[in-house]
């Protein structure tokens, strides 16, 4: 079972992957008043922000994890948004706010996400501007690539990724993510890793390879395409809001939670719990109706009909 896992090595932020043995430790969700004191008190926010954080029917507690969750293996132990405006995190300003994607290697139209649509959800969901730099090729001599052992397919070091992006930042990035369809390795002992980055350096890189089913032999359904989509624009919005500096989640089903593996990173709900839209909302400062508006437009575009209606149902509470 790969296990995923975010983890801080001299200064990265890093998301691994691997094959090993899993520590079980028992988690208990946070109680409710756990997580009311993990929002904070709402009194001095804006009235529209106060009815969107409000937690209710919409934001469903964090379930107690089963074997093989994230949250089994992972001794976490959240971070509230009092805690998240005490410490340190990249801001977007006046002359830093641009989030670049840039797609290293071929997104073949049959097996890749549109990038078109990454880098609109991108857009809606952070509020910033996102713009697509010009595909680059692999560099297999700079990316240090290797067959996999157990797929036989090409995978390439993402720490070399993550130097070679360093010099690519725009002087008006925020952040600079790398995205490929290639599969990833971080290091030559271990199996595979779904993303890598430096929160310093600004920079990310993401492969979407694992998120076709038949990435690992299997038929792909009718709309693979669709879980193909949907599953890069929520690695991409969860990884980036690691660049925004927040933590996984522990207090509610969020986008923020860990996940160890596909199914459980299927689960995530697509939305921001209260406690990381504040969080989010804190650092960029965007209105949380457009964001909202943006991202129900979205949905309704690509037929996310559930994320459509939960969207509507938080723009109705904002008026
Ligand atoms: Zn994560
Ligand atoms: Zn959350």
New binding site residues.
């Given amino acids: 079972m790969p296990i995923r896992s ?1 983890i801080k090595l001299g200064g990265l932020l890093v ?1 691994l992957s691997w094959f090993g043995p899993q520590f079980v430790f028992a988690f208990e969700p946070p109680t409710a008043l756990e997580r009311v004191n993990a929002l904070g008190s709402l009194e001095t926010a804006p009235a529209v922000l106060q009815r969107l954080l409000t937690p209710d029917a919409d934001f469903a507690p964090l379930r107690t994890p089963g074997y093989g969750d994230w949250l089994a293996s992972h001794p976490e132990r959240g971070q509230t948004f009092g805690g998240y405006c005490t410490v340190g995190f990249n801001r977007p300003n006046s002359s830093r706010n641009v989030i670049y994607l840039l797609p290293l290697g071929e997104f073949p139209p049959d097996t890749s996400p549109p990038l078109e649509d990454l880098r609109a959800y991108a857009e809606a969901y952070f509020q910033l501007s996102v713009k697509i730099l010009t595909a680059v090729p692999i560099d297999e001599k700079k990316f240090t690539p290797r067959i996999n052992d157990y797929t036989q397919k090409r995978q390439l070091l993402s720490m070399g990724i993550l130097a070679y992006l360093k010099t690519q930042l725009p002087s008006d990035a925020y952040c600079l993510l790398g995205v490929t369809m290639d599969d990833l390795y971080p290091a030559p002992a271990w199996n595979y890793v779904f993303g890598q980055a430096s929160l310093s350096g600004r920079v990310g890189i993401y492969s979407f390879a694992r998120y076709d089913p038949a990435f690992f032999g299997k038929e792909r359904p009718d709309d693979y395409r669709q879980i193909i989509l949907q599953r890069s624009c929520k690695v991409l919005a ?2 980036t809001t ?1 660049m925004f500096g927040l933590p ?1 989640c522990i207090y509610f089903e969020c986008l923020a939670n ?1 996940s160890n593996n596909l199914d459980e990173a299927d689960i995530c709900p697509h939305h921001l719990c209260p406690v990381c839209l504040r969080k989010l909302h804190f650092n960029v400062q965007f209105n949380p109706v457009t964001r909202y508006e943006e991202l129900a437009k979205f949905y309704r575009t690509h037929n996310w009909d559930d994320e459509a209606l939960w969207t509507d149902r938080q723009l109705a509470k904002a008026k």
């Fill in positions: 975010l998301a969860h990884e690691h996984h860990g």
